[in-house]
């Protein structure tokens, strides 16, 4: 099988084969979703690696979650938290100045503190109820794809910016060059993903890593070679810190993959009864140890 990269459009690497049984099954004992309408007469998905970025994806391309589906998710209050990490490290860079577009505004968190703040934003988001509720508090918020939105907005942000939005996106060539076409010489594109590299590998990203509802696997090297193939220049990668609401998942993860493999370690720590002192150590290192997400700063040539 022949399956190109999004990014280079060069022949991609066969990494891996996923049985689309098990994984319908998944979503429905875990959440309640059925998601076979997503995988008809589609027995297998495969992930590939682009060999020039390192990016790896979900294929076939054409299985990503509709608005249905998102709808179903936003029922757990944990799915749209209105401010995280990676909004408040962009605000602390920011001086009020900028003209600034956000791509996926999705729980309006982000966009509504700025706003607030006097800042000039609009946002982006094909969520239909999302778009009706920003607007009906007097946000700027548009039912548009950042592609159609580029073709009359060429060059007019000092920032555009998405959260937790690439990875859900399969095509991922014309939704990065459309948002470098929206800004200006110099302007700022920020990224945050799930870093693909960080504890969440030990789990493959745990359910929700995988289609319907993410289309793409990125991490610092993936995020780094892109900059070249648009124009764009890598200012700062920063590492969100590990979060409280990502505790349980580090340490389920980290005992089951890296402590109970190894027959004379699981001994010791049950026979020690070191899980309270495990938690201990965990919690007050944690703002050292690499949490969930990866969040990239470029700037437009």
Not at 75 to 93: C, Q
Not at 104 to 112: H, Q, T, V, W
Not at 120 to 129: C, K, Q, V, Y
Request: charged content about 25%; aromatic content about 12%.
């Amino acid at each position: 099988m022949k399956v190109l990269s999004p990014l280079t459009s060069k022949e991609s690497l066969l990494i891996e084969t996923i049985n689309v049984d098990k994984l319908k099954i998944d979503y429905f004992e875990s959440l309640e979703i059925d998601v076979s309408d997503f995988f008809e007469e589609i027995e297998k998905l495969y992930v590939f690696k682009c060999q020039q970025t390192g990016y790896m994806f979900y294929y076939p391309f054409n299985i990503s979650g509709d608005s249905n589906f998102y709808k179903k998710l936003q029922k757990f209050d944990w799915y749209y938290m209105p401010w995280k990490w990676e909004n408040e490290m962009t605000l602390k860079n920011l001086d009020g100045n900028e003209k600034i577009l956000e791509v996926g505004s999705g729980g309006l968190g982000f966009i509504e503190k700025l706003k607030n703040k006097g800042f000039d934003i609009t946002g982006l988001e094909l969520n239909e109820e999302s778009v009706r509720k920003g607007q009906e508090i007097g946000l700027e918020v548009l039912n548009q794809t950042v592609q159609d939105h580029a073709n009359a907005n060429k060059g007019k942000y000092d920032l555009v910016c998405s959260y937790q939005v690439l990875e859900h996106i399969s095509d991922v060539y014309t939704f990065i060059k459309a948002q470098v076409d929206c800004l200006k010489t110099g302007g700022k594109l920020i990224i945050c993903v799930p870093n693909n590299d960080s504890f969440i590998k030990l789990t493959n990203g745990g359910l929700l890593n995988c289609p319907p509802h993410h289309m793409g696997l990125w991490n610092k090297k993936s995020l780094s070679k892109i900059s070249s193939i648009f124009g764009l220049k890598v200012d700062e990668v920063l590492y969100e810190p590990l979060q409280d609401y990502h505790l349980n998942w580090y340490i389920d993860s980290t005992k089951r993959e890296r402590i109970f493999k190894n027959k004379y370690s699981r001994y010791l720590f049950k026979k020690l009864k070191m899980d309270n002192l495990y938690l201990k150590l965990i919690t007050k290192f944690k703002n050292k140890i690499k949490g969930h997400s990866i969040m990239v700063v470029y700037s437009k040539l």
